[in-house]
C-alpha cells in the first residue's frame, strides 16, 4: 500500500456532509460508523508513524554497527599481522627479517 494514494484522513472524513434524500440512510448510524472510521484511521497513521520511527532508529543503529565493527576490524588485523611478524621473527631468526 502506497501512501502517496491515500485519498482521506480523519478530518477528510469527519467533515464530509452527505445530502439526505426521502428513503435516505440512517444519518445517526452514518455518523457513528464514521466515528469508528476516524478512530482507526488515526490508528493506522500513529502506526504508520512508529514503524517509520523504527525503521529510522533501525537504519541509525546498523550505521552505526557497520561503522564500528569495521574500524576495530582494521585494528584487530593490523595487531595479527604484528604479532606474526613478530613470531616469525622469534621463530626464523634475525635472517628471515632480512630478506622481507
Given at each position: 500500500?502506497?501512501?502517496?494514494?491515500?485519498?482521506?484522513?480523519?478530518k477528510d472524513i469527519l467533515e464530509k456532509d452527505f445530502k439526505t434524500a426521502m428513503r435516505g440512510y440512517n444519518q445517526e448510524e452514518v455518523d457513528e460508523f464514521l466515528d469508528v472510521v476516524i478512530q482507526d484511521y488515526e490508528t493506522f497513521q500513529q502506526e504508520i508513524d512508529r514503524l517509520k520511527q523504527d525503521n529510522d532508529k533501525l537504519k541509525t543503529q546498523s550505521d552505526q554497527s557497520r561503522t564500528r565493527s569495521t574500524t576495530p576490524n582494521h585494528q584487530i588485523n593490523?595487531?595479527?599481522?604484528?604479532?606474526?611478524?613478530?613470531?616469525?621473527?622469534?621463530?626464523?631468526?634475525?635472517?628471515?627479517?632480512?630478506?622481507e
Open positions: 500500500m502506497s501512501l502517496n494514494r491515500i485519498n482521506l484522513n480523519g593490523y595487531d595479527v599481522l604484528k604479532r606474526l611478524s613478530n613470531l616469525e621473527k622469534a621463530v626464523f631468526g634475525k635472517k628471515f627479517a632480512d630478506t
